[in-house]
């Protein structure tokens, strides 16, 4: 009796999953915003902390991809609801480079390249903002997110080629810049549980996530037009826990360099900020500024 019940009880756990999800159409446009924003943050608008790690390449022609470092990052965000019933993603977010034979944060890096020491200046980009949902233009279909399932999971691919004209200019800057343009792409991957994004008492779902990016150097590299790109590795996740779950090697670093990054943003503002733009405004500017 004791066996059958115990059967009884998966079975019908099973079968109300089940029900659940079917209640959650990925291909309604209201369900599909939905789902995202439960994987991405939180319905509730609390604060909602993403985690990831990860490796960075140089890929240089004719040689074989070389590590440069590990990093570490983490982003705080918060939807919140405006006035046309947009969802708006309000969120910052702050990443180390680390030494990738001892984990250590970087401060200065020897770069093999050039023989010369630089300093490293870590990702530090607020806001990181975004619009999602609200009516579509006139003649247009609703924006369906490309959330897929395959049984109990629902996984998100996301590519973002990107180009657009560099903030750092080669004309102004030509140790920093490499080139007119900033060429490079980002490459996103979301996994959840489908009984947790339809159950209606979840707020926020726990998710795993992949992230991938393309990138030209870095400025503070100062590698100028030498041919060559930045491939990112990364892996990570949310943390239900929130700021208090980021290892505490990492959290302490932030808590006493950039405590502001700890939370997200309570206004909406814009454009959003890029290592690039950050750069620009932080350090250049301030050398040109400080220049008789």
């Keep these: 009796m004791r066996l059958r019940g115990v059967l009884w009880a998966v079975t019908m756990a099973a079968v109300s999953a089940t029900a659940t999800a079917k209640d959650l159409d990925l291909k309604n446009p209201e369900d599909n915003l939905k789902a ?16 990831w790690t990860g490796q960075v390449f140089a890929a240089v022609p004719d040689e074989r991809p070389k590590l440069l470092f590990g990093f570490e990052g983490m982003n705080v965000a918060r939807m919140e609801k ?10 910052r977010e702050y990443a180390v480079y680390k030494d990738p034979k001892t984990g250590a944060i970087l401060e200065t890096w020897s770069n093999p390249w050039t023989q ?5 200046f870590h990702v530090q980009n607020d806001p990181v903002n975004h619009v999602m949902g609200g009516a579509p233009k006139e003649g247009q279909s609703p924006r369906l997110l490309p ?10 691919g996301l590519d973002v080629p990107l180009a657009y004209p560099n903030p750092i200019s080669p004309e102004e800057f030509p140790l920093h810049s490499t080139g007119a343009m900033y060429v490079g792409s980002e490459h996103f991957g979301f996994y959840a549980r489908m009984n947790e994004l339809a159950d209606p008492d979840v707020q926020s779902a726990p998710i795993s996530i992949a992230w991938f990016r393309e990138a030209p150097w870095l400025p503070w590299m ?5 041919p060559g790109l930045l491939i990112y590795s990364g892996y990570g996740k949310k943390l239900m826990g929130g700021i208090d779950e980021l290892p505490s ?23 959003n900020a890029t290592s690039w733009t950050v750069y620009k405004s932080k350090v250049l500017d301030q050398k040109q500024r400080e220049t008789p």
């Design 36 to 51: 995202f924003i439960k994987m991405r943050a939180s319905l509730d608008g609390k604060d909602t902390v993403t985690w």
């Design 82 to 91: 405006d006035q046309d019933g947009n969802w708006r993603m309000l969120s």
């Design 116 to 120: 010369s020491d630089v300093t490293v």
């Design 147 to 156: 959330l897929k399932q395959h049984g109990n999971d629902v996984i998100m």
């Design 222 to 226: 100062e590698m100028g037009d030498r």
């Design 249 to 271: 090697d990492f959290k302490a670093y932030i808590e006493k360099n950039a405590p502001e990054y700890l939370t997200a943003p309570k206004h909406w503002v814009q454009p």
